[in-house]
């Protein structure tokens, strides 16, 4: 079945530094991946749609300087959190279509981001 | 708008008892409606995926079903497990737009 790798699991980082997470499809390309973030017991939200070789299509009050998005080829897309400050801490989760895959759309395992 | 809601927001059930879980959606045009189970600090993990013309759909003990007309589905999970225990959350895509309506979760907690 359709995988899609999220790493790091979990990263630590002071105020102030980047941060980069990876959303890799491992086993089909994926033309267009989707980076959300989760607060607790509260439900995903859109933060941005990236289109290979293209620039991400953002969602109304996500900052695109703050959360820069590449997606340099068909089964990679990174989100790079820059100037992190605490209220940045969160669960960001990708996900990957895969439109071969009936009507697939398939998650990362997450990166839960803690900025001190 | 768009929106996605799930009742119970949170059950305790005893490990071996069945539950069942509801989704009312307002999403227009329908695609089609999908169950993910995520376990706490991971990803969302597919149960099912159900189309228009389908009211029913098993992965194991999780039954799901869908009702297009009245706009409403349910996942039953038979049998339940400790493993069951999880977040339960609707998903629900319209056939005009990418982008996927979440409902809020339903918090499972599966004791022994």
């Known amino acids: 079945g359709a995988v899609v790798s999220q790493h790091p699991s979990r990263v630590i980082c002071k105020s102030g530094t980047s941060v980069k997470i990876e959303c890799r499809s491992l086993?089909?390309?994926?033309?267009?991946m989707f980076w959300y973030r989760q607060f607790p017991k509260k439900s995903l939200m859109l933060m941005a749609t990236s289109n290979e070789g293209s620039k991400a299509t953002y969602e109304q009050g996500v900052e695109k300087d703050k959360f820069l998005i590449n997606h340099a080829s068909l089964t990679l897309s990174t989100l790079t959190v820059t100037s992190a400050h605490p209220e940045d801490s969160s669960f960001y989760i990708c996900?990957?279509?895969?439109?071969?895959?009936?009507?697939?759309?398939?998650f990362g395992s997450g990166t839960r981001l803690t900025v001190v | 708008k768009n929106q996605v809601e799930q009742s119970p927001q949170s059950l305790i059930i005893l490990e071996g008892k069945n539950c069942t879980l509801q989704?009312?959606?307002?999403?227009?045009?329908?695609?089609?409606l999908r169950w993910y189970k995520q376990d706490t600090g991971r990803g969302p993990v597919s149960l099912t995926i159900?189309?228009?013309?389908?009211n029913t759909k098993s992965n194991g003990r999780y039954t799901a079903t869908l009702d297009a007309d009245t706009k409403q589905s349910s996942l039953h999970i038979t049998a339940s497990q400790l493993s069951d225990s999880a977040s339960y959350i609707c998903?629900?895509?319209?056939?005009?737009?990418?982008?996927?309506?979440f409902g809020a979760g339903t918090t499972v907690t599966v004791r022994a």
């Open positions: 989704c009312n959606y307002t999403v227009s045009p329908f695609s089609n």
């Open positions: 086993d089909f390309q994926a033309t267009t």
């Open positions: 159900m189309t228009f013309s389908e």
């Open positions: 998903v629900v895509s319209p056939s005009n737009d990418y982008k996927l309506s």
């Open positions: 996900s990957a279509s895969n439109p071969g895959v009936n009507y697939g759309y398939t």
